[in-house]
């Protein structure tokens, strides 16, 4: 799959996302819950090949969950990501990819 360019996931986009760092979201996900942000990191799969894959994305030590269609492309690459984070204590911090680009 090329990867030129930004993809649309979801009818998202950079406009109107605020900026975050995933370590801030990392660290106060209830600061930026419901909130369309844009991040940068490393997206990592955990599972891989199994019914239960799930996806990160990762910045040094923090790391929240990622969720969307065709994640698996962009495994080991640097991404700008930029959709609706989600939070629920016990559960986890997610972040629902609208648009997915490779990070310059």
């Known amino acids: 799959m090329a990867r030129l360019g930004a993809r649309l ?4 986009g950079w406009r109107g996302a605020r900026r975050v760092g995933i370590r801030d979201a990392w660290l106060a996900p209830e600061r930026y819950a419901d909130m369309i942000i844009a991040v940068v ?3 990592r799969a955990f599972e891989a090949g199994t019914p239960g894959v799930y ?14 269609d065709a994640l698996s492309s962009w495994v080991g690459q640097r991404v700008r990501v930029s959709g609706k984070l989600t939070f629920k ?8 990819a609208e648009r997915i680009a490779a990070a310059r």
């Open 41 to 43: 990191g490393e997206v």
């Open 9 to 12: 996931l979801a009818g998202g």
């Open 89 to 96: 204590p016990g559960v986890g911090i997610f972040l629902d």
């Open 55 to 68: 996806y990160t994305l990762d910045e040094g030590a923090a790391r929240i969950g990622l969720r969307g």
